[in-house]
């Protein structure tokens, strides 16, 4: 019957759970019912996912038709969603009009800094923008093109969260850094929060960034060499997935981008668990050196970001995560393994005194992940400014010092909050 199948199911986990630690029959048989709970609603959600989706899609585009306060259309022909832009203002969705309408203008950035300054681009498609996504792309490399991105400095891709988020402060960062040079594009392939698409468009995420890089990164190989700007990616989050998803691997990354900084990567990033998987022998899982820091390089904060001694060759790519991140370490696999992480000495801001529990760290990471980013700057999924630290490391110009990072803090630090709550 299904009853016994299940009950010699339950005792088949309770075998496997006592040979990790050794418990009382009892209590190895009620974890075994917690697992196999687990299990049948995975499945469940598997089989479901695709039904899910399209309701909680349906649910979440009523919020992509809001604005939030304070959020004004551009006027600015360098932003999307202007009078003159092929996006319309009222097709970005809430996430890209939120991009599109915030950040430091070029007068701004030139009273707060003393530095003159170019009015930063900034290129958005919402879902709305078009019917599919390759019309929707083909507007963003519009919008690049009507905008002169291809003249400016750099050129950054974001490929976004669920919604088409773009962390502001990222932004803010580099185009504090390049005095307004630079050009910065990306796009919505979803209505649902990162939370829900991290579980039910995983693969959606990866195709929906790899189309984006391709389609900016085609165009922009079709602008003189010596002229085009510097070709980088950003990602935060959910982001990073779909970064990754663009590239084969480290060399073409290395061949695609002049440089790239991926910020609190989810733990089952197929690239970062490459990396973190090959890592030289004695570096610590939560802070890996991967041979020997030469292409790729990981920090969980500012101290640990600039190049030190060892040559550190360009393009540079460099993973920004903290070891109190539950985004980073949360992973079906601590259901019944004990994680390096927590076998090593623990990271800064982890708690010493946590320790593995088959099944109960699973859950205690699992719950940490619905306030990730509810925390201080500096902790969890909260990276602050943290971020100009590693654009600096990545993309700095000829000549830049330390001085001029804290400058550029400066001034992010007196505008805060000015573009609404962090996500």
């Known amino acids: 019957s299904v009853w016994r199948v299940l009950r010699d199911f339950v005792r088949l986990l309770a075998r496997q759970i006592n040979r990790v630690v050794k418990m009382p029959r009892e209590v190895a048989n009620a974890l075994g019912v917690v697992v196999l709970v687990v299990l049948s609603v995975a499945l469940v959600q598997g089989v479901l996912l695709r039904a899910v ?100 400095a750099a050129l950054v891709v974001v490929p976004t969260t669920g919604t088409g988020w773009v962390n502001p402060t990222a932004i803010e960062a580099e185009e504090l850094m390049f005095d307004g040079d630079v050009a910065t594009v990306a796009s919505q392939y979803s209505y649902l929060p990162s939370w829900i698409s991290f579980i039910a468009e995983g693969d959606k995420a990866a195709q929906a960034g790899r189309a984006l890089i391709d389609k900016v990164h085609d165009r922009w190989l079709q602008e003189p060499e010596a002229t085009r700007p510097k070709f980088y990616v950003y ?36 690239i970062w668990s490459q990396f973190v998987s090959r890592r030289d022998p004695g570096s610590p899982e939560v802070r890996p050196v991967y041979s020997e820091g030469l292409t790729v390089r990981f920090a969980d ?111 992010m630090e007196q505008f805060a909050g000015r573009d609404g709550p962090e996500k």
Do not use: C, K
């Not at 304070?70 to 009009?97: C, H, I, K, M, Y």
């Not at 950035?109 to 019917?131: D, K």
């Not at 663009?246 to 609190?264: K, M, N, P, Q, S």
């Open 53 to 152: 989706s399209e309701v909680t899609n349906s649910v979440f585009s009523l919020q992509n038709d809001e604005t939030r306060d304070g959020a004004e259309q551009p006027v600015a022909d360098e932003r999307s969603g202007s009078p003159n832009s092929l996006a319309p203002w009222d097709t970005l969705g809430f996430e890209g009009r939120n991009f599109v309408s915030s950040g430091l203008r070029a007068d701004e950035m030139e009273r707060a800094t003393g530095r003159p300054s170019l009015e930063p681009i900034r290129a958005y498609a919402g879902l709305e923008t078009a019917e599919t996504q390759d019309e929707r792309l083909n507007i963003v490399v519009a919008e690049l093109e009507r905008t002169g991105a291809f003249q400016r």
């Open 235 to 270: 990602g935060e989050s959910l982001g990073t997935q779909a970064g990754e998803g663009a590239f084969d691997g480290l060399a073409d990354i290395r061949a695609t981008t002049d440089g790239v900084l991926w910020v609190g990567p989810p733990n089952n990033n197929r």
């Open 301 to 411: 904060n500012s101290s640990g970001i600039p190049p030190e001694d060892q040559p550190w060759y360009e393009p540079r790519i460099l993973y920004v995560q903290h070891a109190s991140d539950p985004v980073v370490w949360w992973s079906p696999d601590l259901l019944f393994e004990r994680p390096d992480w927590l076998s090593e000495p623990p990271g800064p801001d982890r708690l010493p005194s946590m320790r593995w529990f088959p099944v109960v760290t699973f859950w205690q990471v699992a719950a940490d992940l619905t306030n990730a980013a509810g925390v201080p700057d500096g902790h969890g999924h909260n990276y602050g400014t943290l971020v100009l630290d590693g654009w600096v490391a990545v993309a700095a110009l000829e000549g830049w010092t330390d001085r001029d990072t804290e400058r550029v803090r400066g001034v």
